[in-house]
């Protein structure tokens, strides 16, 4: 069952939705956490979280996506948001979700899209164990590049905080924040399984830096999925279909 759902952290409140199938109440069923990517939010683009979390609840496995602090309807601005904020917030649903009592807590995986990708490979690292498998879609650990070459581009400095990203205001804060971040290897102490899904068309995030957390990070526990044209977003039905097929493969087996 679809429910809207809301938790407070430090007097703010994300906002999400859960999919938790009926049986769960008897019988406790696993779970994936979704993060989304930068600007995005839970649904992300043609509603792509929300098929996934259907797809799930289809075979069993509940789900749960909130919007970040500062993105989607979740409390805050966006232009004060950082890495750290979401890796925050990312840890605090993943304490939710390990004490609901419909979940079983010891088989609860974590899937990131972009930027949601680079904070789920950290709260992994971070937490080991205690996730299950790991679901990497177009994972931005690039951002330090990413976000050093907008800042550039847009001629942020001290006395110019914020730019502009389509309607989006994007805070020194995060520039300062991300620079102190090696992704890929805060994302190495995960023990578990990971799938890694790129397009081999994605202009935002290459797919070789997949191929990079795949050779340096993950080795032999990581399997990559490349979607032939497919870009960042997957933002076709057929892509779309391919990688929501990978995923909940890799997550029921």
């Given at each position: 069952?679809?429910?809207?759902i809301?938790?407070?952290?430090?007097?703010?409140?994300?906002?999400?939705?859960?999919?938790v199938?009926?049986?769960?109440?008897?019988?406790?069923?696993?779970?994936?956490?979704?993060?989304?990517?930068?600007?995005?939010?839970?649904?992300?683009?043609?509603?792509?979280?929300?098929?996934?979390?259907?797809?799930?609840?289809?075979?069993?496995?509940?789900?749960?996506?909130?919007?970040?602090?500062?993105?989607?309807?979740?409390?805050?601005?966006?232009?004060?948001?950082?890495?750290?904020?979401?890796?925050?917030?990312?840890?605090?649903?993943?304490?939710?979700?390990?004490?609901?009592?419909?979940?079983?807590?010891?088989?609860?995986?974590?899937?990131g899209?972009?930027?949601?990708?680079?904070?789920?490979?950290?709260?992994?690292?971070?937490?080991?164990?205690?996730?299950?498998?790991?679901?990497?879609?177009?994972?931005?650990?690039?951002?330090?590049?990413?976000?050093?070459?907008?800042?550039?581009?847009?001629?942020?400095?001290?006395?110019?905080?914020?730019?502009?990203?389509?309607?989006?205001?994007?805070?020194?804060?995060?520039?300062?924040?991300?620079?102190?971040?090696?992704?890929?290897?805060?994302?190495?102490?995960?023990?578990?399984?990971?799938?890694?899904?790129?397009?081999t068309a994605?202009?935002?995030?290459?797919?070789?830096?997949?191929?990079?957390?795949?050779?340096?990070?993950?080795?032999?526990?990581?399997?990559?999925?490349?979607?032939?044209?497919?870009?960042?977003?997957?933002?076709?039905?057929?892509?779309?279909?391919?990688?929501?097929?990978?995923?909940?493969?890799?997550?029921?087996?």
């Amino acid at each position: 069952m679809q429910r809207a759902i809301t938790l407070d952290i430090d007097g703010m409140t994300l906002r999400g939705m859960e999919h938790v199938p009926d049986t769960a109440v008897a019988n406790p069923v696993p779970a994936v956490i979704l993060f989304h990517g930068f600007t995005g939010t839970k649904l992300e683009p043609h509603r792509f979280f929300l098929k996934i979390s259907r797809a799930l609840e289809e075979r069993g496995i509940a789900s749960f996506r909130f919007d970040f602090m500062g993105s989607g309807e979740s409390d805050g601005n966006f232009e004060d948001m950082t890495a750290s904020m979401e890796i925050r917030d990312a840890k605090a649903i993943f304490e939710m979700v390990r004490n609901d009592e419909r979940i079983l807590p010891d088989q609860i995986s974590l899937l990131g899209l972009s930027m949601g990708g680079y904070v789920a490979g950290i709260v992994a690292g971070e937490l080991k164990d205690a996730v299950n498998k790991l679901i990497l879609l177009a994972p931005a650990g690039n951002l330090r590049d990413i976000v050093q070459a907008a800042a550039a581009e847009n001629g942020v400095t001290d006395d110019v905080p914020y730019f502009d990203q389509g309607g989006n205001l994007v805070g020194r804060c995060l520039y300062d924040d991300v620079m102190q971040i090696d992704g890929l290897e805060r994302a190495k102490p995960f023990p578990g399984p990971v799938l890694l899904v790129h397009g081999t068309a994605d202009g935002v995030v290459p797919y070789q830096v997949s191929e990079a957390y795949r050779a340096k990070v993950f080795g032999e526990r990581a399997t990559l999925c490349l979607i032939d044209g497919a870009d960042h977003t997957f933002n076709g039905t057929p892509w779309e279909r391919e990688a929501i097929r990978e995923i909940v493969t890799f997550v029921t087996t």
